[in-house]
């Protein structure tokens, strides 16, 4: 009803998916920057040029746009040739610096695994952003799961969400109210922390019964 009543006026989607499907729509697929356009983001967001000190291998990754956001987060904590030189890595380097879970990642806690629980659910429901309502009644589920005294352990996980760079809060209008919901700071971030999930299922057949009865 909006493009019909305001057909006259140019109007630009950014989106990973076409959710218009429309034939009078023009769809551009931006499949990779340059290397100077990637070298001059860089330049930009840090500060400095560090293009040349990084490996071959990611200023390959950093065509891609959303590796390029990653690797900006990770150059921020990480020297250039310290970089790692895979995607996977370079998340777990970028989990095991975030300083709202980081000491939960390196004990491997109910908080984180619960963390990555909600992930799988996000990704495997297509759910994008959560309410804080929703947020809060996920995470006691999983960790009811688990077989854990929730106390104050659901409030803890979801402010740590909120200050996590894996994460990100939007607001929402729902009838004309703004509203705060979390979603993952991108699609690939979320699919990483869900992949952490499955492993730990994968090598724990008992975890994995839990799991189910906590859907």
């Not at 939007?170 to 009838?175: F, I, K, S």
């Amino acid at each position: 009803a909006f493009l019909n009543r305001d057909f006259h006026n140019r109007i630009v989607m950014a989106s990973q998916l076409d959710l218009l499907e429309r034939r009078d729509v023009q769809v551009f697929h931006l499949a990779e920057v340059s290397a100077e356009q990637a070298r001059e983001y860089l330049r930009e967001v840090l500060g400095s040029n560090l293009w040349e000190r990084l490996p071959a291998e990611v200023q390959e990754l950093a065509r891609n746009p959303q590796d390029l956001t990653l690797l900006e987060q990770v150059l921020q904590d990480t020297a250039p040739e310290e970089v790692p030189t895979n995607r996977a890595e370079l998340y777990r380097n970028l989990l095991s610096l975030d300083t709202a879970l980081a000491a939960w990642v390196e004990t491997d806690s109910v908080e984180i695994r619960a963390i990555y629980a909600l992930a799988f659910r996000m990704v495997d429901e297509v759910r994008r952003v959560l309410r804080e309502d929703e947020l809060a009644g996920w995470l006691r589920t999983l960790l009811e799961a688990r077989q854990v005294s929730q106390g104050e352990r659901v409030g803890a996980v979801v402010q740590a969400m909120k200050r996590s760079r894996m994460f990100r809060q939007e607001q929402e209008r729902q009838l004309g109210l703004p509203r705060t919901v979390t979603g993952f700071a991108h699609e690939l971030a979320g699919k990483f922390l869900a992949s952490r999930h499955l492993r730990a299922l994968l090598a724990d057949p008992e975890l994995a019964n839990k799991a189910r009865a906590g859907r």
